[in-house]
């Protein structure tokens, strides 16, 4: 079992500076503690609560400053895709795509995502069991694309509200493909604030050290230098100055999560 | 209040002839019982719970036969788009365009159907809450296009299954928008067949009369020859043969509905 | 199928005039419209969401009250039982013992009720999936009382909300024992307001509309001459000067539904 | 923050002997690993899925048993109480009284309870947000004894199913009173195998662990001999030769967990 990964970065790409400023220092961080880093921003945020909110800087633009990112500082990065004409050019620029949530049963998507050859990181809808993911796995692996990552992201709870199954890590590791924890999405609340959604910030490190306690390949947590101030998931994101000791704490609980199934 | 409509036929356009069969009977059936119908088919079952399941006609092929089920009958015809690039070509052949329930919050998808000047009916996420569909038919609304329904198709309820908040439908009334109650859908077992979903058929109809019984503007609920030999959702889907009984005691309880209420 | 039953009256015994105006209100009204009425009232809140809240008028207290009401009007009573040893005792006074839904598991409760001879009434409880209740059934039945009736009052969904799963009234009747829904404290909120609970009023007798759509022998429905000064359940009682119009709307469901089935 | 607690021991008392070679070995277990032990089990099943089911060995002689247990090995013990008789004489044997999930509203039991001095620990019920949980450890408070723990085994997720909200223990440690995770009863399958529960005893360990990864102050954990033959619960008991191993996983993340907060 091999240390786990880092997924992390600012929810969007808000402009050049931001994205470089962020992944210098969250790369230092990284290389510190020696936790490998995917770089992780959006493009676009193409499902936001309501139509009002910022959608993102767009494809073109986004794409060359992820590019940058990468070879600047020579950390993998990753983005989302929001349909099939998006996953070839962002195959070009980024190492891992991402698919949304909401759109994890969207075929044309899938296919798309796994003929570029790049890793695919797909999140479990919020609607869907975690043994159900082998399906949508298996539509991936069907381009003969194997390198596909499965993240959880908490499940309908009523409305307004997810929960986390840490049940769902072991059974979505069933299917052989590495597990990934979405830490920060896990405590949204969806649409809990009428017009965006809230979240519980302070619960995302306490969730991500029962995820690594569980097992789990990968930790994805978006972190901001300011996020009350973020255009997206601000009540979510982990402020960059805490990044430090929360990823020490998780390092040590990852450790002795794989030395005791050693 | 006007009469309940009814948007109903086979869940895809499985060929020109089926298309034209099932849509002969069931204007038939509709016009006997004096009930306003939209005929409903898709081209394209974009998000089958398993990659090898079947896909359906086509757009092109798919928007032919339906233009033609409109011309031939006189019906208002509906049909289901994926992404934004399909909703102007669709609007073309169709009256109503629909937006998939796991598509609800994709912005692109919304802007696109709203800016054909179409009828747009949205179901709800199973994700989502139904104050929270007042910011989705904002969307719609944004570029003008106040002809927007509204659909209640069931919330996760656990792995595996749905429940009808009846609550629900008055809840999404507020908007001003007519709300439909999709009582086939409602009554899926999403995933529940391991590589396919299940559903409980038997509870389409008295869902549908509880629906109405509360209030509503039109039944969605899809119907075949054949279920159980149909190439999709045939555990939830009426017999053809059952429906001049099930809508005959529909329309007695949306009579008595809109009676009491005036 | 006979017509339905209305299980009503005030939350709790307040007292002895309280009681017996509420039930000659009642009473009338239920005349008037030709509906069978069982007149419910509880002589202890043995659950409230706060120990500060009132407990309400005791058992000694409660059960000659109630025997007037009986006497008075000439009407069976029910109330609700909390322990095995209140059984007995609350047998001589009421023809109907209800089962809370938190207790309708406790083996002890449910024989020594079943043992009185009563009516026996169980709540399913907001844990409970409609097909274990025949299981609960069979609890009672062991004793040789078969007068049971089972009633659907809501299922947990995400914290401080309940729903209602309609599908459960037929499910429940397959037992062969009469279902009942409980529609005011199915809009319950529980703990909603922190240290009491919330309820939807408004939601009520919509409801009660789809349940008889659906097909119930009784409805379960809690009236106050002014709730919002009630000492319990005020968020979801109904008006006692409502109750006429309501129960006139319910009645023309009943019987269509009904006729329908016919 | 001290190290955890276990609660721990078979589900039921089936003898005097087998308690007392339980107990043996369990207390042996516990001592190599300088784990404190509450020795925990039931006199009596007041709540099976079924009335068939076996309900124990009743209150006399599993007091009597469960006081030489305490005496022999010199631990503490707990038991659950079912109604409010029985919690004086049960607080005679034994040294906490534990209030089953159901009954977790139930205003007399807790007095009772309370008023024995005892300490109490009480089992959020799975209808129940962990926030309400403050009105319940009040109205014990409210007899002037606050030695109360307050325990998470599982929320409502659908019908069948139970869910872990890891967000619950630090929910419920507002309150100040220690957190207790229960870890068998936690991966429960209520009902789910049509006359009895069922459960996911591969679960248990990994759920312990990310409980204590989040931080808590007991595990509460059943363990018997043959739990497949077991007379309840055996589908999520930990079988007994599997106990020092898991057990000392867990301690080594207590350990960082409590290290790490400090």
């Known amino acids: 079992d091999l240390p786990f990964v880092l997924i992390g970065g600012p929810c969007q790409i808000e402009s050049r500076n931001h994205a470089l400023e962020v992944a210098e ?17 959006s493009f676009d945020k193409a499902n936001r609560t309501s139509g009002g909110a910022a959608r993102g800087i767009g494809l073109a633009g986004g794409l060359a400053i992820l590019a940058e990112v990468r070879e600047k500082f020579g950390v993998p990065v990753l983005t989302d ?10 195959a070009e620029a980024v190492d891992v ?26 999140k479990k809808g919020q609607f869907l069991a975690p043994w159900d ?18 993240t959880e992201r908490g499940a309908s709870f009523g409305y307004n509200t997810l929960v986390t199954d840490f049940r769902a890590l072991p059974e979505m ?42 097992g789990c390949s990968a930790i ?8 009350d101030n973020a255009p997206s998931d601000g009540p979510n994101m982990i402020p960059l100055s ?12 990852d450790t002795l999560a794989k030395q005791a199934s050693a």
């Open 25 to 41: 220092e969250l790369v230092g961080i990284c290389r510190a503690l020696d936790i490998p880093l995917i770089y992780k921003s």
């Open 242 to 253: 805490q990044m430090p000791a929360v990823l020490a704490r998780l390092k040590a609980f």
């Open 97 to 122: 795509l991402q698919i949304p949530a909401f759109l994890c049963r969207q075929t044309d998507l899938l296919l798309a995502a796994g003929e570029t050859g790049a890793a695919i990181n797909v």
């Open 133 to 150: 993911m082998k399906n949508v796995a298996a539509k991936i692996a069907s381009t003969g694309n194997e390198r596909i990552l499965l």
């Open 81 to 90: 895709v929001h349909d099939a004409s998006q996953c070839a050019p962002a």
């Open 220 to 227: 994805f947590m978006e972190t901001h230098p300011d996020p």
């Open 173 to 214: 590791a069933l299917t052989g493909y590495p597990v990934v924890f979405d830490a920060t999405h896990s405590v949204q609340q969806p649409g809990g604030q009428g017009t965006s959604s809230g979240g519980q910030r302070q619960y995302a490190p306490i969730l991500a050290r029962a995820a690594l306690a569980v």
